[in-house]
Each structure stands twice: as structure tokens, then as C-alpha cells.
């Protein structure tokens, strides 16, 4: 009997407690259909305060069922109409939560509001980007750290309410610097976070396809991303790289500071990448055209903080997990890529295989992947697409998917493709394909949420 509200519970945290999501969901998908889930639900004070109020509902609403029946039938009758009936529950319950949630959650973010203006000459660094935001933050604090008193939430809270929760709980008095990474799901959301901690420096890491399913259009991603220059302090400084500087509605707002990053990847030895930003050459263990972007935003921050002996610090950068993260097994170098990706990020993932390539570092250049998601009506098209990109590659190991049918669309050379479940499946045989000097892209495996 619990299985049912497990099942529900779970769905609504996969869709992170968005009621409208949460209810279109139900009214589709019927209370009969079976799921099979591959992660678990997380027992957070949230879910399980819907989990008992949802009881409470149910027991209100069999109460006077069970005075007044004359016999046990109806009862059990009733029971189980209320069990199969729990998602309209859950759905009451969001109901009834959400105001007070909402207090709460206008509470917390006033606390933090009030301690962020008690600092003096604080500095705020606002990070957005369909990708590469986690890995341009990371890069920032590590340039800043040592030289300026940082203080930058942990990695993946990037909403307002997450922001706000560290910013109470654990940000020191005395810091300098407040770095943000700020999370884009709906437009609002960045303007959200700008207007309670305007930014004196605003960067926008990439402009691309990500979550396009949530946005629906392209002009609607870049009106949420470019919130961060528009409710930005009034003289801010806005870092951007070329390519997101050169698109049309960007805002050029003439108070503001423009600084345009373009850098320029030289050459690639000892695995170490050699780029030029500006007049000045530098080397890193980072690699990929993204990646040396990110890294040079986070130079010109530490620019313009006056931070001293930068190509020092560089040393000291790591690959962010999960974005471009390479590692060795059985001399066999794997790239781990698996956090997102967006036909721009998997395009300059493929180029990293094929510079690899070029300079004798790959001998066989090799891709896991399940497609990309969350683009809507435009799925079908962005992963055949996806699919000629990997036209490129030696070989692709390609998950069972709602995406597959349309990568294979894309790829001509279909003997190039090993079908294999999931992970798990190509952790099983992946070495009775693979050589010694193999270069293997792992990409997202695809997560409940575009099953359900």
C-alpha cells in the first residue's frame, strides 16, 4: 500500500514540487500506469510534511464514512478508493502547503538580504549560462580564494531559496567577495536572486539549447539569462564571452562595463592545453573550447581584482566533476561529460575527441551516450542532428532511450553502434571492446523524469 504514495511523492520531487507539473502529470498519466524507478526518494522534512498531511486528509475523509456505515463493506470499499485516490491528495496538500511555505520562504530570504547589506564594500558576482556556470564559478573561487575572502554557497544550490538558506547558515561576516552561481528553470528566476543581491559583476557563461523543453523558445532562454545584466547594479561589469555578446538581444545597457571574452587555443602537449586571452599566453589541464572559455572569464575576474601571480593559481584548477572531468583506467583515458549536455556543449565535446585525435592522443575516438533532453517539440530534430555529429566518432555506444531512434536517424555509418542498456551494461562489457589508447566521451545517461 505505501507503494503508491512513494511512487506519487517521488514524481512530484522529480518535477521539484511544481504543483502545475506535478498535476498535469496526473490528469495524463492516469493512477494505474506502473513506473520503474532507478534512483529513490529523498526523505527530506519537505516530503515528509506532504507525506503527512496527505494521511491526515485521507483519514478526514474517511472518518465519517466509518460513523456512519452500517456494516464493514463500504468501508473497505472507501479505503481503497482513498488509496487510489492518493495523488489527488498530494495535489490538496501542495494546496494547502504552499502558503505557508511561501512565508516561510519570504522570511529566509529577508534574513539574508539583511545580512548580505551589513557588509561593507561587499562585491557580488552573479553566475548564469544554459552550461558552465558550476565549472566558471569553481574556476573564479579558486583564482580568488587565498587573495580575497570568498564566500560561494555549495555547488548545486543555485536557487534563490537555496542561496539564501547558505548565505544564513554558514556565510562569515568579514568576507569580501559574495559568489553566485545562479540557476535558470523559468524566466524570473535570475531576476529573483538579482533583485534581492544585485551583482557588480555580471557573467553570462554560454547561451544554448539546455532545458529548451521548459523554456520553449530560444528568445525565451535568452530573456531569463540576460536578467542578470538587466537587474544588475546600475554601473556593473558585465563579462561575456563573443559568441553570447554578439547575440541580438543581449541587452547593451550603456551604463554598464562590457568585457568580451574570446580566447584562442594554441596547442595541446603533455596533456596540457596552451590558449591565448588577449596578449597573454597560459597553459591548463582543462580541455575543450568551453572549458578554456570558462577558465578565461575567471582570469578576467581575477584581473579585475588585482589578484597577483594568476598564472600560479592556474596550476592549482581541476576539472569540475562530471564537465569534461578525464581520468585514466587500463591506460585507457575515459572524459567524464555526463552532467548535461546541449547540442552546443556536445558539439564542443566532439571537437575535444577529434583535437585529441589530431594530436596522436586518441586512437580511437568513442562515445556513450542516451541523446539529448528536455528540448520539447525540437527532440526529434536535435538528436538526429546530435546523431551526424557523432557521424564523426569510431564508435557510439547508444543507451535504449526515448532518443535513440532519432540519434540513429543521424548517423550513417550504423555499424558503428553498440546498443547497450543503460551504465550499468556498458560498465559489464565495455573492456571487451575497448583498446589500450582508446579515447571514451561518456555523456547523460537519461534520468526518470524523461521516462515518466
Do not use: W
Not at 530570504?109 to 561587499?122: E, F, G, M, P, T
Not at 573564479?140 to 547558515?169: C, H, R, W
Not at 566532439?350 to 541523446?371: C, D, P, Y
Not at 540519434?407 to 562489457?429: H, L, P, Q, R, T
Amino acid at each position: 500500500m505505501y507503494n503508491s504514495y512513494y511512487k506519487y511523492l517521488y514524481i512530484l520531487q522529480l518535477y521539484e514540487y511544481d504543483l502545475y507539473k506535478f498535476t498535469l502529470f496526473v490528469l495524463r498519466s492516469g493512477i494505474f500506469k506502473k513506473y520503474q524507478f532507478k534512483d529513490r526518494l529523498v526523505y527530506t522534512s519537505k516530503i515528509k510534511t506532504y507525506f503527512v498531511i496527505t494521511i491526515i486528509l485521507q483519514i478526514l475523509t474517511l472518518y465519517p464514512i466509518i460513523l456512519s456505515a452500517k456494516n464493514i463493506i463500504p468501508i473497505i470499499v472507501f479505503i481503497v478508493l482513498i488509496y487510489f485516490l492518493t495523488p489527488i491528495y498530494i495535489i490538496l496538500s501542495s494546496i494547502i502547503l504552499e502558503p505557508i511555505s511561501f512565508i516561510i520562504k519570504s522570511i529566509i530570504i529577508q534574513k539574508a538580504k539583511r545580512k548580505v547589506s551589513r557588509i561593507k564594500d561587499l562585491k557580488i558576482i552573479a553566475i548564469t549560462g544554459s552550461y558552465g556556470k558550476t565549472s566558471t564559478t569553481s574556476f573564479v573561487y579558486t583564482l580568488l580564494q587565498g587573495d580575497k575572502k570568498v564566500f560561494m554557497p555549495k555547488s548545486s544550490i543555485n536557487t534563490i531559496l537555496g542561496i539564501a538558506k547558505e548565505i544564513n547558515s554558514k556565510m562569515p561576516q568579514d568576507i569580501e567577495v559574495l559568489l553566485l552561481e545562479i540557476g535558470t528553470y523559468k524566466k524570473g528566476d535570475v531576476a529573483g536572486v538579482c533583485k534581492i543581491f544585485p551583482p557588480d559583476i555580471s557573467v553570462i557563461a554560454s547561451i544554448g539549447t539546455q532545458h529548451l523543453e521548459r523554456f520553449k523558445s530560444m528568445e525565451n532562454i535568452i530573456s531569463a539569462e540576460s536578467e542578470n545584466i538587466k537587474f544588475a547594479k546600475p554601473k556593473s561589469t558585465v563579462i561575456l564571452p563573443q559568441d553570447v555578446y554578439d547575440i541580438k538581444n543581449i541587452p547593451k545597457i550603456h551604463t554598464k562595463i562590457y568585457r568580451i571574452i574570446n580566447p584562442k587555443i594554441i596547442d595541446f602537449k603533455n596533456f596540457k592545453t596552451y590558449f591565448k586571452k588577449g596578449e597573454k599566453t597560459y597553459h591548463t589541464n582543462l580541455i575543450g573550447e568551453g572549458m578554456i572559455s570558462n577558465l578565461s572569464i575567471a582570469i578576467d575576474i581575477a584581473e579585475l581584482f588585482n589578484i597577483p601571480n594568476i598564472e600560479g593559481k592556474l596550476q592549482l584548477i581541476k576539472p569540475v566533476a562530471r564537465r569534461l572531468s578525464p581520468y585514466y583506467e587500463r591506460d585507457i583515458l575515459f572524459i567524464d561529460d555526463t552532467y548535461n549536455i546541449g547540442i552546443e556543449s556536445a558539439t564542443i565535446a566532439v571537437n575535444v575527441l577529434e583535437f585529441l585525435k589530431s594530436k596522436k592522443v586518441a586512437s580511437r575516438t568513442i562515445i556513450v551516450t542516451g541523446g539529448i533532453v528536455e528540448r520539447g517539440s525540437e527532440s526529434k530534430s536535435v538528436n538526429e542532428d546530435y546523431g551526424k555529429l557523432l557521424s564523426k566518432i569510431d564508435i557510439v555506444f547508444l543507451f535504449d532511450t526515448p532518443y535513440r531512434k532519432y540519434i540513429e536517424n543521424g548517423i550513417k555509418d550504423k555499424k558503428k553502434i553498440v546498443y547497450v542498456k543503460n551504465y550499468e551494461e556498458f560498465d559489464n562489457i565495455k573492456y571487451t571492446i575497448l583498446k589500450k589508447g582508446d579515447t571514451v566521451l561518456m555523456q547523460n545517461e537519461i534520468t526518470d523524469l524523461y521516462y515518466i
